[in-house]
């Protein structure tokens, strides 16, 4: 058995392994969550040599994310707007690996645009980036002690001075009183925020009490930029707030006024394209792909171009 960088958090793996079986030998390959290629501060997973049997995950296997140039863009235009409003940004996000990522985009942003203003009165090198939640502050250390393990681009940041997990603007809030001030602070001062806070699909955590505070005042936004399973407040309050609807949170009924915003290009999974390549980089592809972990249209698209694009392959979804 033999592990390979998968891309999707720092230390995740896919697993190729050799078993015999009737007398003859098989190499299959279990994807597990793969990334995208471009992630900040990973390397990006290549593709097995050869593989008789892969099973694949199979998350965005009907759609493509936006580039990194145009997520970052749109990620700082969204934060403008937000703050012209003089609300908050709030961020539900997985405290391990999605933190950690726009910890290191929004540093870029700062970086970049130091002078100029966030919102009026108040400029990037000033504004206030929170992330609410132990185990993703826990989790970000933990990044930080693995950096000679970043890509190339994270570690040349890194020797030119810059601090993408720790910069200046960066607070962490530790225990639940100072999460409950802090909630209340932000809710009544009107001073621009960008709020990162656990669970990313709003099911639970700290991001709920941020989420019953400020969803019914107008003056804030909600940015989702990770996937939204069916069933969770987090689908919800993506489906029904742009409309004006309501979401149920700890069994009581909210009112979403809040702007309400979806940003691809941010999920830790490869897309549509990553994985056709994930087979197709193959030098000997497999005879026989099982397609997993992913909603039905997911899994019927990606299968379909896989047979497509391989038409001797056998392709499963069991």
């Known amino acids: 058995m033999r592990l390979q960088p998968a891309g999707h958090i720092l230390g995740s793996a896919y697993v190729e392994f050799e078993a015999e079986h009737a007398g003859s030998k098989r190499r299959v390959v279990f994807s597990g969550d793969l990334g995208a290629p471009y992630t900040p501060l990973l390397p990006a997973p290549q593709s097995p040599l050869a593989a008789d049997i892969v099973v694949i995950e199979s998350t965005y296997g009907d759609r493509t994310h936006e580039s990194r140039k145009n997520r970052r863009e749109r990620l700082q235009a969204l934060c403008e707007h937000a703050f012209g409003n003089g609300g908050c940004l709030l961020v539900p996000a997985f405290s391990i690996g999605r933190t950690q990522e726009l910890l290191y985009e929004l540093e870029d942003i700062i970086h970049r645009n130091a002078s100029r203003p966030a919102a009026a009165g108040l400029a990037w090198r000033e504004l206030d980036i ?3 939640s132990p185990l993703a502050a826990d989790f970000t250390r933990g990044y930080r002690n693995l950096a000679p393990h970043w890509d190339a681009e994270a570690r040349k940041r890194v020797d030119s001075g810059r601090h993408p997990l720790a910069f200046e603007q960066l607070t962490t809030v530790a225990d639940h009183a100072a999460h409950l001030k802090m909630v209340d602070r932000l809710a009544r001062s009107g001073r621009p925020a960008i709020v990162i806070a ?9 991001i709920v009490n941020y989420l019953k505070a400020m969803l019914g005042d107008p003056r804030h ?24 609807g309501h979401v149920d949170l700890d069994g009581q009924r909210f009112q979403i006024r809040a702007a309400i915003h979806t940003l ?12 056709l390549n994930f087979i197709g980089r193959m030098r000997s592809p ?9 909603d039905d249209a997911a899994k019927h698209t990606l299968a379909g171009l896989l047979r497509q694009r391989h038409p001797a392959m056998e392709v499963v979804i069991p």
């Open 130 to 132: 929170i992330v609410d």
């Open 198 to 206: 656990a669970s990313g699909m709003c099911a639970g955590g700290r």
């Open 221 to 244: 936004d909600v940015l989702f930029c990770g996937y939204q399973a069916a069933g969770t407040p987090g689908r919800a309050i993506q489906t029904y707030g742009p409309r004006g």
């Open 264 to 275: 691809g290009g941010y999920s830790a999974h490869a897309d549509q394209k990553d994985l």
């Open 286 to 294: 497999p005879s026989q792909v099982r397609i997993v972990h992913g």
